[in-house]
């Protein structure tokens, strides 16, 4: 009820083209869905999230799908840039929920 | 930007010592947590604190551990007899309603040699 499935593991994509990286979830009660992404030797940072409520966000390049009903959700990279080589974490939380992270995938972008 | 800032950033231990990792949550912020990421894996969750006092633990968690809020800024993560499986990114994090974005700090490294 707890985990957060993320895939792929890892990701090679050529510069300009499109990242796209998966999650899904069990519990119901989660109703925050945020996306970190990770430099080497960095704390995670807060890339992009969304609510329910919606079924698309988009800032800039980043985009988060959301599909309420099949409870997943995905980041698409778009144009991607070798500076976007990371590793992205999804995450969800709600309401007396802590945030529980996807396994992560590490995403390089060759220039 | 307000931020997190942890001490110390890398840390060398002998197996069987103890060590305090400290952190310093934005000031507004009344939730805290510590994660741990062992290199190159999952961040997973250690502890969460609120009204101080711990709020959920995970199973990591165990008696070896033990955090704090000595005063009004300070949050620390304690762990009395170090164990090489120990070794790993141990970053704090705090948000101000429990809800919405996590802030984490840059991390401290712990090595248990």
């Known amino acids: 009820q707890q985990q957060v499935k993320q895939s792929p593991q890892s990701l090679i994509v050529q510069k300009g083209g499109i990242s796209i990286i998966n999650c899904a979830y069990e519990n119901t009660a989660f109703d925050y869905f945020p996306w970190y992404q990770q430099f080497p030797g960095k704390g995670p940072a807060l890339l992009i999230a969304?609510?329910?409520?919606?079924s698309e966000k988009k800032e800039g390049r980043f985009t988060i799908s959301f599909n309420k009903s099949a409870k997943q959700f995905s980041l698409h990279i778009m144009d991607s840039q070798p500076g976007d080589s990371a590793t992205y974490f999804c995450a969800a939380s709600g309401y007396g929920q802590n945030f529980v992270f996807g396994p992560g995938t590490r995403l390089s972008v060759l220039p | 930007e307000p931020e997190v800032t942890q001490t110390p950033s890398h840390q060398v231990t002998q197996m069987g010592q103890e060590v305090i990792l400290r952190c310093v949550p934005i000031?507004?912020?009344?939730?805290f947590y510590w994660y741990r990421q062992i290199l190159g894996q999952k961040v997973e969750f250690l502890v969460s604190?609120?009204?101080?006092?711990?709020?959920?633990k995970s199973e990591i968690f165990d008696d070896q551990f033990s955090v704090e809020r000595p005063d009004g800024s300070n949050f620390t993560l304690k762990i009395r007899s170090t164990k090489l499986e120990d070794s790993a990114m141990y970053f704090c994090?705090?948000?101000?309603?429990?809800?919405?974005?996590?802030?984490f700090g840059e991390g401290s490294r712990l090595t248990v040699l």
């Open positions: 994090a705090s948000t101000p309603t429990g809800r919405g974005e996590l802030f």
């Open positions: 969304i609510r329910p409520d919606v």
């Open positions: 000031s507004n912020h009344l939730y």
């Open positions: 604190f609120y009204n101080n006092e711990i709020s959920e």
